[in-house]
């Protein structure tokens, strides 16, 4: 089973600055490794599938980066609407598909 | 607009059964895998199980294969997991998710929560 691994667990960003979330995979998974925002009460919501592509309606500041084993989420400018959970989740050898514990974006 | 309605939560006993359903709208139900993924309070997101569009292929989750099954009606389009010798540990919410290449969840539902407890 390949264990995905985020950090930090929390993260506090003032609104407009550049918020970097980090996920690795304990082995290669190639680029086949999507990253999910989740706000409070919310269901989760695709953000990025193949490392760097955005799903439908994402906003341009989110951004997705890496292959192998080290991925990189970006907020280029954080908006308080921002405020979230993210999980990464790899798709490469499955089953089971596996998510990383998720990274919790404060706003400062 | 793409919809998914999770429904058949609620308590049950210890050593019991329960069976949610997933009801969707929006797309072409019969092209896409489907998902269930749970989150227990508090915790993060863990994947249950993946069936094919035509549900001729089932992925599970180890430690739940032999207690839970899933399945669809592709003329209802609607999806289904049956959960036997419930345990506690089963509390949970249960997402519904519409699964791009049977891979990752691009649509998801708002979830139906479980309760297991005596």
């Known amino acids: 089973e390949i264990v995905m691994t985020q950090s930090p667990a929390t993260l506090s960003v003032s609104p407009g600055e550049r918020a970097t979330l980090s996920c690795r995979a304990s082995?290669?998974?190639?680029?086949?490794l999507a990253w999910y925002q989740q706000k409070p009460g919310q269901a989760p919501r695709l953000l990025i599938s193949?490392?760097?592509t955005r799903a439908t309606g994402i906003p341009a500041r989110f951004s997705g980066s890496g292959s192998g084993t080290d991925f990189t989420l970006t907020i280029s400018s954080l908006q308080s609407e921002d405020l979230a959970v993210y999980y990464c989740?790899?798709?490469?050898?499955?089953?089971?598909?596996?998510f990383g514990e998720g990274t919790k974006v404060q706003i400062k | 607009e793409v919809q998914l309605l999770e429904s058949g939560g609620g308590l049950a006993q210890p050593g019991g059964s329960l069976r949610l359903s997933c009801e969707a709208s929006?797309?072409?139900?019969?092209?896409?895998?489907m998902s269930w993924v749970r989150q227990a309070p508090g915790k993060g997101l863990q994947w249950v199980s993946t069936?094919?569009?035509?549900?001729?292929?089932?992925y599970f989750a180890e430690s739940l294969r032999g207690r839970f099954s899933i399945s669809r009606d592709n003329s209802k389009n609607t999806f289904y997991l049956l959960m036997t010798s419930l345990r506690a540990e089963d509390s949970a919410l249960y997402y519904c998710?519409?699964?791009?290449?049977?891979?990752?969840?691009?649509?998801w539902g708002k979830g139906t929560t479980v309760t297991v407890s005596s």
């Open positions: 998710a519409k699964t791009w290449g049977s891979r990752y969840m691009d649509v």
């Open positions: 929006g797309f072409k139900f019969r092209d896409f895998g």
């Open positions: 069936l094919s569009s035509d549900g001729s292929i089932t």
């Open positions: 082995q290669s998974v190639g680029t086949n």
């Open positions: 193949g490392a760097s």
């Open positions: 989740q790899q798709y490469n050898n499955w089953p089971p598909l596996t």
